[in-house]
């Protein structure tokens, strides 16, 4: 790299949290109390697709429960929480009992895993490869095509920050949005119809997240 970070494309994030409240990669902020599983991320760059589950909470709110990731040629990881809040990772369809410790890796392969298989020149990323680092209260899944997601766990739920390298620029639908810079047509609809970016929160229930 150049020493004064020349050309340098930073990632963009997007979030989710409470009950639940989401964050674009553009910057857009709603909540949506949907109950039942929604496209969180679509991408055509290595047809990244992660899915996520909400379900009924306290009132009218909803929290998350589950997270599902699978790009490619990668196999599917999933992570929930049982009933004592714990993390429970699915691969394939599949429960894996054997989750990492904490501080160690988890490396998931079209053929296998392999546990606390870090990363190193002997080791590479590779693009069918997912990598499960557990952090303590939370686990970071990283994609060989350039997606992480950092999920952590609160009483009975789920949080989750998402990070997209440029590649994934101007590509995204679902939830998170388009990732193109703009914050005004994040609402976009499967027919590539825009929302108007001043919805009400009955609206974004009704128009944009149940779509």
Request: hydrophobic content about 35%; some cysteine; overall charge negative.
């Amino acid at each position: 790299p150049s020493s004064n970070c020349e050309g340098y494309l930073p990632l963009t994030s997007g979030f989710i949290w409470g009950d639940p409240h989401f964050e674009t990669f553009d910057g857009s902020t709603f909540t949506f109390n949907g109950v039942g599983e929604y496209q969180l991320i679509q991408s055509s760059v290595h047809e990244l697709n992660v899915q996520i589950r909400l379900q009924a909470y306290i009132g009218n709110a909803t929290v998350l429960t589950a997270v599902a990731i699978k790009s490619a040629s990668s196999q599917l990881v999933q992570f929930e929480l049982n009933s004592l809040g714990s993390f429970v990772l699915y691969i394939g369809n599949s429960e894996h009992r054997d989750i990492p410790r904490d501080g160690e890796y988890l490396v998931v392969t079209e053929t296998g895993t392999y546990n606390n298989a870090h990363l190193s020149s002997a080791n590479p990323a590779h693009i069918n490869n997912v990598y499960i680092l557990n952090s303590g209260d939370s686990m970071i899944v990283s994609t060989g095509s350039g997606a992480v997601l950092n999920i952590g766990k609160q009483e009975g739920f789920l949080y989750m920050g998402v990070e997209l390298g440029p590649e994934f620029s101007g590509t995204t639908g679902g939830l998170l949005g388009s990732n193109d810079g703009v914050n005004n047509n994040d609402y976009l609809l499967r027919n590539e119809s825009v929302l108007s970016y001043d919805l009400t929160e009955e609206q974004v229930y009704y128009n944009f997240g149940l779509e």
